[in-house]
Structure formats: C-alpha cells, structure tokens
C-alpha cells in the first residue's frame, strides 16, 4: 500500500497524472491536494472521482499551519507536487502570487515532508514537477540537457528555478529522497485557455482574432501531456533517488507556423474553407522577455528509462481539437466569469 499526495491535482497536467495513478494502481490511495484557483476544476476528473483509491482535500500549499496538519491526518508515502501558477504572462502581471504559490508553497511542502518523515527518508519519495523554462532561451540550435545551467527570465521560471533549487538543498542537506522533472510544452485534453493551443481552438471555433506575440518566431517543443503523465509514472517509480529528468517530444515548432496548422485542420473539422480559420491570425504585441526558443534533450529518459513519446504531434494536435470540440461546455464553463476580464486585460491593448 503506497498513499500520494498529489498537488494541483485539478489543474490540466495534475488532473491527467491523478487519472493514470488512480487507475493504474488501485492498490494505492492518491489524495488530491489542489486550492482550486481559476486554472483548478474537479470537472477535469469527473470520470474517476467515486473511485475507492481516490480523494480531493481542497487546500492551499503556502498555509504551512494547514499542510502540517494533512502530513499528520494522511501519512503520505509520497509526494508529487504540481500546483503551481504557471501562466507566464500572469508571472509579469503579478510575480508576488508567483513566489508565494511556487517558492513559499513548495518549501511549507518539503517542510512539512522533514517534519513528518524523519527517520524515515529512505521509504519516502518527493517528487517535484518542474519546466524547461528554468533553463532559460536558447538561440538557433542547441538543446537544454539536465546539465544546462539554470538561467530563468520570467518571474513564473525564476519562481520555479527556485523551488527546484529548494527542492534539491533539501536532497543535499537533509538526505530528502527527492526526484526533479523538467518537461517542455505540454498540449492536450483539459488545458487552460489562456494558454497558446486551446486559446487558438477557442478563438478560431469562435471565429474571433487569434493573438500571436511578437512576429510567432518564438520556438516551443511540445508533448502530449498523457505522455509527460506516463514519464513521471516511469521517473516515480524507477528514478534513483536525487536525479533529474528532462522530459520533451524532439518536436519543435515556430509558434506560427503551429497556428497555421491548427488553422488548416479547424477548417476541415468546421467545414470551412481552407484558409479561412487563417484569417484570424493577428500579430500583437510581444511578451515581455519572451525566450526565443526551447528545446529539451530527452536522451537521458529514453536510454535509463525507455521512454518515448507514443503519439505523433499530427496525432496529438488532431485528437486534441476533437476533444475541444466535443467538450464545449467544459469550455464554455471555464470562460465564463474571471477568464472574461482577464482576457480583456490581457489582450484589448497589445
Ligand atoms: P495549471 O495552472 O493547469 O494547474 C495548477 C493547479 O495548481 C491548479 O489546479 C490550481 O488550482 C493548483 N494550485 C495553484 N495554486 C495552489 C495553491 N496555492 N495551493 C494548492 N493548489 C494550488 O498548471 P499545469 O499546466 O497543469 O502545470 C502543472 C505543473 O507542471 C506546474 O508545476 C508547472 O510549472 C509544471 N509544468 C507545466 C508545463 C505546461 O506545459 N503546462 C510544462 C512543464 C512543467
Ligand atoms: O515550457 C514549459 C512551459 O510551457 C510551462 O512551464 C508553462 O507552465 C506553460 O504555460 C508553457 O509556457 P509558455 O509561455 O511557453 O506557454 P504559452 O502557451 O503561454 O505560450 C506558448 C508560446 O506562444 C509562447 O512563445 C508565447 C506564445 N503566445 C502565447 C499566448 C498565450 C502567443 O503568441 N499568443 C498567445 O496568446
């Protein structure tokens, strides 16, 4: 019998790993710690919520008082943590929301992990979820391995370039069996619509304008995120303990030229013309300090682990537009309220 905390279990890559531990290992009991912010929604794990080896406890990482006292009630064997705010452009609104959930909530978490797992390090695990982002741009070619030195330009990877760092002083200075993953663009069922893809599926399915920052040369390398759920499974259960993953689908694209294709195929599952989804796309103005390009070398996953991404991007980007498009009340549900003021914030003066 293991139990997993797993935080930010309600947000769209927490709610894919609670999915595959929650049925594929009926023998553990997975507690789902999220706060359920604007990015949470128990609707992502409708389908597995009256599972027996399945709990949701609505809590916040950064009060310390409140995640001592779920060490002490659950008696975890583990931890993978998630929660996170992770949307950069909110990172450059409000960083001070960036450091309390990602540096101050991490820390009470490993805190509380010392506290109650004294003695005990060598049967508990803490797993920590992290983003290429942390290792900063990089220009035409060349790739992040997990020895690229940390260079973060965001306040989002400067906050999650410090919870890494946290998370590895409590490795090296209190023998914390601790695992750290760095995973690039994720894309897939149950994402935000704040984020590139599905705000693009939304807004060409709307017919409305399709922002792209700066000229779209920026370059992201992006995972189906049931891909990154079944690397942190692997990196979990066989990493030794102390390492670092880095996790990506060798699958880079211009930011453009992947509106382009999300264009052509919304125009054949719309019935429109081709080319006319294309008309949406509108140029605005860049991102703050935006990274030029991402890349993730992947090579040690693949050779230690025998991991690989199982679907192409064409697969991936084409099963994602049919779950948008079948999934329109989730959709309607998640725009609805905060997301409208936040879009006009967002984007009525770039
Ligand atoms: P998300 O924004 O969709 O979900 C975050 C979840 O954390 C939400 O359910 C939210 O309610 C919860 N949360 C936020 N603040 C909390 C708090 N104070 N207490 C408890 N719960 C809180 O994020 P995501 O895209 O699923 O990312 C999950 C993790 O993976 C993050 O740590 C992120 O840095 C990392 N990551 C994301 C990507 C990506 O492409 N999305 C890629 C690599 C790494
Ligand atoms: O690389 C991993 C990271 O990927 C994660 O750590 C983050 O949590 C996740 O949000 C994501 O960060 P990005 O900033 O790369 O993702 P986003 O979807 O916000 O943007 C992708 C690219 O598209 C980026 O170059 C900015 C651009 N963009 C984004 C939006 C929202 C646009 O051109 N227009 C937009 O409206």
Redesign the pocket.
């Known amino acids: 019998m293991k139990k997993i905390i797993i935080?930010?279990?309600?947000?769209?890559?927490?709610?894919h790993v609670v999915r595959r531990f929650v049925k594929s290992y009926p023998e553990y009991s997975i507690v789902n710690?999220?706060?359920?912010?604007?990015?949470?929604?128990l609707a992502?794990l409708k389908d597995i919520e009256n599972a027996p080896n399945y709990k949701f406890v609505k809590?916040?990482?950064?009060?310390l008082k409140f995640i001592q006292q779920l060490f002490a009630d659950e008696q975890p064997d583990a931890v993978i943590?998630?929660?996170?705010?992770?949307?950069v452009d909110r990172s450059i609104t409000n960083p001070l929301e960036f450091v309390?959930?990602?540096v101050v909530?991490t820390v009470n978490l490993l805190n509380a992990a010392r506290e109650s797992w004294k003695g005990q390090y060598d049967k508990k695990r803490f797993y920590h979820?992290?983003?290429?982002?942390v290792y900063g741009t990089l220009g035409e070619d060349g790739m992040f391995t997990e020895e690229t030195a940390y260079d973060p330009h965001s306040p989002?990877s400067a906050s999650?370039a410090s919870s890494d760092h946290f998370v590895r002083a409590y490795y090296d200075t209190y023998g914390m069996d601790t695992v750290i993953s760095?995973?690039?663009?994720?894309?897939g069922s149950?994402?935000?619509p704040e984020?590139l893809i599905p705000l693009a599926i939304h807004n060409i399915q709307q017919k409305k304008p399709v922002p792209v920052y700066g000229k779209g040369e920026n370059i992201r390398d992006w995972?189906w995120?049931e891909d990154?759920a079944r690397a942190i499974d692997l990196i979990f259960h066989k990493a030794a303990t102390g390492t670092t993953y880095n996790?990506g689908g060798h699958n880079e694209w211009k930011n453009i030229d992947l509106i382009k294709a999300l264009c052509t195929i919304m125009d054949k599952k719309l019935g429109r013309e081709d080319g006319e989804s294309a008309q949406l796309i509108t140029f605005v103005t860049d991102r703050a300090g935006h990274d030029l390009r991402y890349a993730i070398d992947a090579t040690k996953l693949q050779k230690e682990l025998g991991w690989v991404p199982s679907i192409t991007f064409e697969e991936g980007l084409e099963k994602t537009v049919d779950w948008y498009l079948a999934n329109e009340k989730w959709l309607t549900d998640v725009t609805s309220g905060h997301y409208q003021q936040y879009y006009t914030e967002q984007y009525n003066n770039r």
Request: with cysteine; glycine share 12%.
């Open positions: 935080t930010g279990g309600a947000g769209f890559i927490g709610s710690l999220d706060n359920l912010t604007y990015a949470g929604n992502n809590g916040d990482i950064v009060d943590h998630l929660a996170a705010e992770s949307h309390m959930t990602n909530g979820v992290s983003t290429d982002e989002y999650k760095n995973c690039s663009n994720n894309y149950f994402h935000f984020k995972l995120v990154h996790i």
